[in-house]
Every structure is written in structure tokens, then in C-alpha cells.
């Protein structure tokens, strides 16, 4: 028995389909070399079941004849134990990232050492009482003006960085918030994807691109808390973060929620759910914030409150001692109690009279005040207890604590971030498109193309020659 | 590992990246002159910058201090010169009126009408002040201290004993006044004294005022010394706290400030090495195997 040659045609079409497909996949490829997210796939093109096959009445032909090939699966070239460790490290990342951000924000409102920061501010607040000791007189009032104001500039300048400090600190809490928001969102995008993916894979199909769409997805979220996924066999996934189920299936999501706490300043804590636990944030770009907005910045808020208050009892304590060009007793100097509040009495501000340089009721040039408080620039003590820190030391020790932990959160972020571009690049190495490889797969398929339509053409001469050559001899 | 083109044109945009960092940083510290712009860049140096930048400020406010303390002794001391002056002429008069012998009284009374013009000049030498503050009233610096009196012991004393103290370096202190009625009453006493008893006629007094005189002369002389000593010791802590300014700068400047030749030198090795990766980069993104298929 001998095999028709319409089976030739067949065979042929399948050969044309299955080239076909590859061109498709690789033009997909192709377009998609710049695209976020994707990785590349692959066609696998398989052969088709031989003729014939083994049974009591197969054909008595000389073997197995193949039948040609179909394209038999399309794949994407991606490994998921890469995945999870690129997200780790990029959770991480953007948590060493916004403290570093946040930390080089403070840098910025500081202005050392080169701008006119607090430092400067404090010597010249000292230079202005020294003149004010050399001339303590009633008749000099330009110097005790000067003095004024340069008290003035010292207090708003540290007024303003208080002020900054907490913009920082509700900057964070924004971004926070907005960071919260669009986690929820990633949720619900990974949902809607989940129930996509496994209406397609039902029919046995495989979901490449959705499933590119879901990975991205996850990265994103990664970057936010930390993230874990288990895939279920629907192929849906579950996204946790710790033990908290953000993502179930195709079932359902939990939102997080940012719950103003009061005790806080009205800073937002984050909640599992709406009354829910605390959410395990994890190593991520919402803990970094949060760090930094309740931990970092209120650091260097303390340290700054303590320097203002210092200034304000030891200055008032020997101010209070003193007398006025008016023989009165002197008034508190600074009125506050901390960095935002401390401010140049006001009664003082409007008569600059009142500076009590005088320790003697009526003796104009009586400075031992002046002198005693010019004193708290190399020492607090007398009036605060031995060993309290004089403003010029608890600032330079602020600074250097800041820059100290700037560069510490910037090596971690530079090494995290490196760590980071090293997986990049491996899953790149795995995933990405390259334009050589798919160059060549292009003209691979479309010279097997080329010749699967010749070998259609010769079945059809073949054909040609069997229906319209043959019987007419003689004509 | 499998390479594609998308990995080296993110090699070649990162890398771009640091050199232009890398770049733009040396080039911040060549224009602005300073290596340290934040305090993370070397948070160690930049405590002792602030550091160094207080105690040059203090070094400036002491300097200051001095200058007005010099000043105010030197008036002092050009006072104290005059009164003096005053006391030696009072002193050539009381020698005539010691003479006696061959004096009229009306001789004698002229000779105290000098002296009584000299015992005003002492008031208002007594009276000195330098920009309106007294130099010999004590704390009490915006009055005049000292008044002429018409009895013993010939003045009266309207100042206190308080002292003007200075920090001219950190907690030393210098008294700048001269305590003025220790220095000029024996000069009032003995002029007064000797006013009358010229006026008088009393030779044999006149000669017991000399010593008085001489007393008075005595005192004003060692206030002065006093003075010159003290202007010498703000001289000498003026010079030191000059040097250590100069020292403080160059710390300072050692401590924040570019070395020029270094990071010029890097800037070129920096500037090198982006060109080529500039370079670089674009000819390796470009090609493909694209490019060769017809």
C-alpha cells in the first residue's frame, strides 16, 4: 500500500504554520526588545505523530514516515528563583534609598559647612555680645541693637530648621500615604491578572505576556514591602507579605491602611486591613520612609530642641541675675522652650535697654554679665550641670552624626543598589531580547519557510502531473 | 553569560552616570575652591571645620576686645601724662614758694593762683573720657567723677571702685581702668594744700607740701606703670592671638579646602575616562547583526 500524495500537502501547510509562528514570535520579540518586564519567548516545534502507527493492521510500508511538525508551545525564558532574590535586594534598596534621601534632605536644611548655617549663626551671636562687653553703656545703643538682631537671626534660623525638619517629617508621611495607595492598586492589578491568566491557561494555552505583566507587577510591589509568591496550580498566584495575605489567588485582596495616629503628630500608621494588625512591612521603600520619618529625622530634632533649650535656661538663668541700663532686674532673655519656639523676648526686642549686661543696679559700665554669658560658649556650667555640652559642641557632634549616618545609608544604597544591578543584569542575561539571536532565529524561519513552500509546490506538480497527465496518451 | 543589547546600552547609561557624578563632584570642588560642601562627605573633617571656624570667630572677637582695650589704656595713660605734668609744674611753683625768703607776699599769691588754675586742669584731667565714657569714674562711666572742692581734702569723688574687666582670652581676664580716686586724691590734697598755703604767705608750710607733692607725682607715676604694664601684656597676647589666627586659617583651610593640583589632575583622568566611555558606548550600541544581513 502507498501513501497519497494529498498527505504531502498536508504536511507541507503544517511545515508553512509551524515556520510561521516562529516569524510571529520573533517579530513579538522583536517589538518588544524595549519593553519593561518582558521576557523573551520561544517557539518549540515539535513533530508530529508519525505514520503509521504500530497495530495488527498497519500499513505495509518500509517504516515510519513522519508527518512534519506543528509549533507545539511558546514559552518565556524566565526563572523565578531570580525573581524572588531580585526583589528582596530591591526591597531593600529603596529601603537604604529613602532613608538616604530623606537623611540628604536634612544635609540640605543644615547648609554645612560651607553656607550660612547654624554654626556661623553662633559664632556671630557671640562676636555681637563680646562688643556688647566692650561696651556695655547706656549710650551705646547700636551694640546692644546688634546684638538683638543677631540673636534674632540666630533664633528664626533655628525656628526655620525646625520648621523644616518637620516638613521632612510630613513630606515622608505624604509619600507614605501615597506609597500605601498605590500598593493597594498593585493588588488589585495582580487580582484582575490572576483571574485573566487563569481563564487562559484553562484552555491548556499558555498566558507569556499577562504573566510578564504580573511580574512587573510584583517588582513594583516589591520595592514597597517586602513580597513573597507562591504560585497555585491554576497558575494564579498568592502575594504575602510575612504571614499577610495581600493577594489570594483569584479570590480576594486585603488593603492596607494608614490609620492617623495622634500620638504621632498624626503620622499614619499602617494597618493589615481597616482595624487590622500591623502590617510586616518588612525590608522595603514604606519601611525606609518610616524609619525616616519616625526614627532619622526626629534624631536630629531632639538633638536640636536640646541645643535651644540648653541656650534658653542658661542664658535666662545668668540674664535673670543681671540688671538693665534701668537698674531693673533683667527679664528672661529668650522666650520658648524648644527649636521652634525659642525666640528673642519680645519686650527686649522693642527696647534693647533691657539687655542686662550689668551684675550692679545703675553701673553703666558694669559688663559681668555679658562676660558670664559670652562664658557659655566654651562652658554651660555655671548655670547647667557640669558636663552639659555647650551649643557649639552638641551642634558639631549633631553634624557629624548626620554626615556620619548620611554616608552609611548612601554605601548601603550604592551597594544595595549595585547588588541590584548585578540580578538586573542576570535576569536581562536569561529574558532579554537580543537582536542578534533574533535576527538570526528570523532568517532561520524564513528559509525553513521558503522551503516548506517549495516543498508545496512540488506536491502540487506532483499532482498537477498524476490528475492532468495521466490517461491521455495518444491525444 | 548570554548578552543582549539591551544590557550593554544599560551598562553604557550607568556607567555614563558615576563618570558624569564623578565628574561633576571634582568639578564642584574645583570651582567652589572647598572639598567639604556636605556634611556626609567627611563628616570627621567637617566637625573640625566648624570647630576651627568658632575659634577663629572667638580669635577675632578677643582681637577686638584687645584693640578696645588698648585704646581705652592709652587714653588712660596720655590722662595720667597730663596729670603728670600738671603735678611737675605744680611742683617747680611749691620749689619757688619754698624759697620764700625773698617773696612778697603778692609774689606768693600769683604763685597760687597757678597752682589754683593747675588744681582745676587736675579736675578736668580727672574728668577724662574717651567717646563719652569716663576713664576714672569706676563702673560709673557716664558721669563725671571728680569735682574741685573748696574744703579738704579738695575734691569730691562721685565714681565707684568698680572694675572693667575684658576677656582677651578664653576666662582671662584683664582689668582696663585705673582706679580713679586712689590716683588722683593725693594730687587734689596736695594742691589744694598747697594753693593755701602759697595764698597764705607760708613758706615754711610750702616746704612740707614739696614732700606732698612729690608723694602725689609718686602715685600717678606707678598708676602709669601699671598702665604701660598692661598695654605690654595685651600687646604680647594681641601678637599671639595673631599667629594663632594665621594658624587656625591655614588648619582650616588645609582641613576643607581643595588641593587644586590633586583634584585638577583627577578632573583630567575623570574627563578621560567619560570621553571614553562616551565613545565607547556609542560603538557598541550600534551595530547589530542586522546591519550585515541583506
Known amino acids: 500500500m502507498s501513501i497519497s500524495p494529498f498527505f504531502g500537502l498536508d504536511m507541507a501547510l503544517r511545515a508553512l504554520h509551524a515556520q510561521q509562528t516562529g516569524i510571529d514570535v520573533t517579530s513579538h520579540n522583536v517589538a518588544n526588545a524595549n519593553t519593561e518586564g518582558y521576557s523573551r519567548q520561544n517557539v518549540t516545534i515539535v513533530t508530529t505523530e508519525p505514520f503509521a502507527s504500530p497495530g495488527m493492521n498497519r500499513p505495509a510500508s518500509a517504516g515510519q514516515i513522519g508527518t512534519g511538525s506543528i509549533a507545539g508551545d511558546i514559552q518565556r525564558a524566565r526563572d523565578i528563583f531570580l525573581d524572588t532574590q531580585w526583589r528582596i535586594e530591591a526591597g531593600t534598596a529603596s529601603n537604604a534609598a529613602n532613608r538616604n534621601d530623606a537623611l540628604e534632605q536634612v544635609e540640605v536644611i543644615l547648609d554645612e559647612p560651607q553656607g550660612v548655617g547654624l554654626s556661623s549663626l553662633f559664632n556671630e551671636y557671640y562676636r555681637v555680645w563680646n562688643e556688647l562687653s566692650n561696651d556695655p553703656s547706656a549710650h551705646a545703643l547700636p551694640v546692644r541693637t546688634t546684638v538683638v538682631q543677631q540673636s534674632l537671626s540666630l533664633t528664626t534660623a533655628i525656628n526655620r530648621i525646625a520648621r523644616q525638619f518637620g516638613d521632612i517629617r510630613t513630606g515622608l508621611d505624604a509619600e507614605v500615604v501615597t506609597d500605601v495607595g498605590e500598593l ?122 536640646t541645643i535651644a533649650l540648653n541656650l534658653i535656661t542658661a542664658t535666662n538663668t545668668l540674664h535673670a541675675a543681671g540688671f538693665d541700663v534701668n537698674g531693673n532686674p533683667g527679664q528672661p532673655f529668650f522666650t520658648g522652650t524648644d527649636a521652634a519656639t525659642i525666640s528673642v523676648n519680645t519686650a527686649i526686642q522693642a527696647d534693647p535697654a533691657l539687655i542686662a549686661a550689668s551684675d550692679t543696679a545703675g553701673s553703666s559700665g558694669n559688663n559681668e554679665v555679658a562676660l558670664d554669658i559670652i562664658r557659655l560658649r566654651t562652658s554651660m556650667s555655671p548655670p547647667l550641670p557640669v558636663g552639659t555640652p555647650t551649643s557649639e559642641t552638641a551642634y558639631n557632634s549633631m553634624v557629624a552624626a548626620l554626615g556620619s549616618d548620611t554616608r552609611t545609608t548612601r554605601n548601603e544604597a550604592s551597594t544595595q543598589d549595585a547588588l541590584v544591578e548585578l540580578l538586573t543584569r542576570r535576569r536581562q542575561s536569561l529574558s532579554g531580547v537580543s537582536l542578534d539571536e533574533e535576527a538570526t532565529n528570523l532568517l532561520r524561519y524564513q528559509r525553513a519557510y521558503e522551503a516548506a513552500a517549495r516543498v508545496l509546490s512540488t506536491y502540487d506538480e506532483i499532482l498537477d502531473k498524476l490528475i492532468n497527465g495521466t490517461g491521455v496518451v495518444g491525444r | 553569560m548570554r548578552i543582549t543589547h539591551r544590557m550593554i546600552s544599560d551598562t553604557t547609561i550607568r556607567n555614563l552616570r558615576s563618570n558624569l557624578t564623578r565628574l561633576e563632584s571634582l568639578h564642584n570642588s574645583i570651582t567652589t575652591g572647598k572639598r567639604l560642601s556636605r556634611p556626609s562627605d567627611d563628616p570627621a573633617a567637617v566637625a573640625r571645620s566648624l570647630t576651627y571656624s568658632a575659634d577663629i570667630a572667638a580669635g577675632e572677637a578677643y582681637l577686638r576686645t584687645m584693640d578696645s582695650a588698648t585704646s581705652w589704656m592709652s587714653a588712660t595713660d596720655s590722662a595720667l601724662d597730663q596729670a603728670g605734668n600738671v603735678l611737675q609744674r605744680a611742683r617747680e611753683l611749691a620749689v619757688q614758694g619754698a624759697n620764700g625768703g625773698s617773696m612778697t607776699p603778692s609774689d606768693m599769691q600769683s604763685l597760687g593762683a597757678e597752682v589754683d588754675q593747675l588744681l582745676q586742669q587736675l579736675g578736668v584731667i580727672g574728668n577724662a573720657s574717651l567717646r563719652g565714657q569716663r576713664l576714672f569714674a569706676g563702673q560709673d562711666i557716664d558721669n563725671d567723677p571728680f569735682a574741685v572742692s573748696a574744703v579738704l ?142
Not at chain 1, 233 to 252: E, F, H, P, R, Y
Not at chain 1, 282 to 303: F, H, M, W
Open chain 2, 153 to 294: 581734702p579738695g575734691y569730691t569723688y562721685t565714681g565707684d571702685n568698680g572694675q572693667m574687666r575684658r576677656e582677651y582670652d578664653v576666662n582671662a581676664y584683664l582689668i582696663i581702668n585705673t582706679p580713679g580716686e586712689a590716683t588722683f586724691a593725693p594730687a587734689f590734697t596736695a594742691q589744694f594744700n598747697l594753693r593755701d598755703h602759697l595764698n597764705a604767705g607760708n613758706a615754711t608750710a610750702v616746704t612740707g607740701d614739696l614732700s606732698e607733692v612729690d608723694q602725689a607725682l609718686e602715685t600717678i607715676l606707678s598708676a602709669r606703670a601699671e598702665v604701660g604694664a598692661k598695654m605690654n601684656r595685651v600687646e604680647a597676647a594681641q601678637g599671639r592671638q595673631e599667629l594663632l589666627q594665621v594658624n587656625l586659617e591655614g588648619l582650616r583651610s588645609k582641613n576643607e579646602d581643595t588641593d587644586f593640583a590633586e583634584a585638577v589632575s583627577k578632573f583630567s583622568v575623570q574627563e578621560t575616562v567619560y570621553k571614553a566611555s562616551l565613545e565607547a558606548g556609542g560603538k557598541a550600541i550600534q551595530p547589530s547583526l542586522l546591519d550585515y544581513l541583506r
Open chain 1, 184 to 305: 493597594n492598586a498593585l493588588s488589585t492589578e495582580i487580582l484582575q491578572l490572576n483571574e485573566t491568566i487563569v481563564q487562559i491557561e484553562l484552555t491548556g494555552q499558555r498566558a507569556n505576556d499577562l504573566r510578564d505583566r504580573r511580574d512587573a507587577t510584583l517588582d513594583r510591589m516589591s520595592q514597597l514591602v517586602q513580597v513573597t509568591s507562591t504560585e497555585n496550580a491554576d497558575g494564579s498566584i498568592n502575594v504575602l507579605m510575612g504571614a499577610q495575605v495581600l493577594v489570594n489567588g483569584t479570590t480576594s485582596t486585603t488593603d492596607l491602611v494608614a490609620v492617623p495616629n495622634a500620638g504621632n503628630n498624626g503620622f499614619a500608621d499602617i494597618t493589615f486591613g481597616s482595624g487590622g494588625p500591623a502590617a510586616t512591612l518588612g525590608s522595603s521603600g514604606i519601611a525606609g520612609r518610616l524609619t525616616a520619618r519616625d526614627t532619622l529625622v526626629p534624631k536630629y530634632q531632639a538633638s536640636l530642641n
